[in-house]
């Protein structure tokens, strides 16, 4: 069997660090905020190069609480992509505003700079750009457009942990970011975690107060806000993680070189590293017309593998009424209908990757 993920060996290997941190924490009593949490956010601000990073309860709530503490008001347009988790436009909706799908680039996935301009309306207040399967959306001319249109741009970082746009890392950026730590993300906690990465100190507090009720001190409220704090035993297992963080995106970027040696010169259409851009590789998807056949064809040699994601956001239930009908957004479509997510984590080896090629040509053969 060569599974899809492999959550256990990193855990196996980190097992004694991260207990003896947590037998700490349980004999201090702070679950809530304090020390490790306090030292999780001055840590990962640092390795991102943001100012300031405020730990949360996940990565849906991280974007929730980056676009309202830009101040995105009931009413206003989001230009986002179509092909990604719903966790990037549920927040949108949340918020009160509302998700407008712009088609996303041929070789990349992440949202076409060219096509957003057209998307802009007197409505439109953010840019939500996805760093997609570890790949960071195409910063620079998004960037620009929302300079010139007066708009926010929030990164939804999710996916993309130490991946990098011309030398900056996702999450220093746009005007904020969200990032989930999620236990599969390339930065996972064991249970949820998330965070806001921002330059912007009024926008960082504006989220403190969001995670915790609208508090400015105990029990005095200025706002409704939420309950979407990160804890503390979250906190100090992410802190022990994120010291392997370089050495685990490495090792899927050379995992990701093995795949493309094996699989050159087969059908499979393979994921590419855009120029001037650091992929850390989340997800390997590679992508082919018959990929129900292909992915039945692993299932049966003992190979996870996963599909991200099979039905572009557009055409879910809750956006079908947006006007965009099969056909709108033809690229999100293709890679929604045609993407196989591949065994993919940073101990995989080399032998395990050859099996997987070995696959699938015979799926296809
Ligand atoms: C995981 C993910 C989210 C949501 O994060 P959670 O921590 O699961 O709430 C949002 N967007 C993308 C692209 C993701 O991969």
């Not at 190069?49 to 009931?74: E, K, Q, W, Y």
């Not at 998307?119 to 207040?125: D, E, L, N, S, W």
């Amino acid at each position: 069997m060569i599974p899809f993920l492999d959550l256990k060996t990193i855990h196996c290997e980190l097992q004694a660090e991260i207990v003896a941190a947590w037998q700490r924490i349980l004999e201090d009593g702070a679950f809530v905020g304090g020390p490790e949490v306090e030292g999780f956010e001055r840590e990962f601000a640092a390795y991102v190069g943001a100012r300031h990073c405020v730990g949360v309860s996940n990565g849906t709530d991280a974007l929730l609480f980056a676009l309202l503490a830009l101040g995105l008001r009931p009413g206003d347009q989001v230009i986002t992509a179509s092909h990604t988790f719903i966790g990037t436009s549920e927040p949108i909706g949340h918020a009160g505003g509302k998700p407008v799908f712009v088609d996303v680039d041929a070789a990349t996935g992440t949202l076409d700079p060219a096509l957003v301009e057209a998307a802009i309306t007197p409505r439109t207040r953010f840019l939500l750009p996805v760093h997609l399967y570890g790949q960071p959306a195409d910063m620079g001319p998004l960037l620009d457009i929302a300079r010139r249109h007066d708009l926010k741009l929030v990164e939804d970082a999710c996916q993309a942990h130490g991946a990098e746009y011309r030398g900056r890392r996702a999450g220093s950026l746009g005007h904020a970011a969200g990032f989930s730590f999620y236990p599969g993300k390339n930065l996972g906690a064991c249970g949820e975690g998330g965070a806001v990465t921002t330059d912007d100190a009024a926008v960082a507090a504006r989220v403190r107060q969001l995670r915790d009720h609208g508090q400015v001190r105990k029990y005095h409220h200025e706002i409704e806000g939420y309950n979407g704090r990160l804890d503390a035993l979250q906190a100090a297992a992410l802190r022990i993680k994120l010291r392997h963080l370089d050495g685990w995106n490495e090792q899927r970027r050379r995992a990701a070189a093995t795949y493309a040696e094996l699989l050159v010169g087969s059908p499979f259409e393979l994921p590419t590293e855009a120029p001037g851009r650091k992929h850390v590789y989340h997800l390997y998807v590679v992508r082919h017309p018959e990929r129900e056949r292909v992915q039945a064809a692993l299932t049966a040699a003992g190979i996870g593998t996963g599909l991200h994601y099979p039905v572009p956001l557009h055409l879910q239930p809750p956006y079908r009424s947006s006007s965009l009908p099969l056909g709108s957004l033809p690229r999100s479509e293709h890679w929604a209908s045609a993407g196989l997510s591949l065994p993919m984590y940073p101990n995989i080896d080399q032998g395990q990757q050859a099996r997987v090629a070995e696959a699938l040509r015979r799926a296809v053969a």
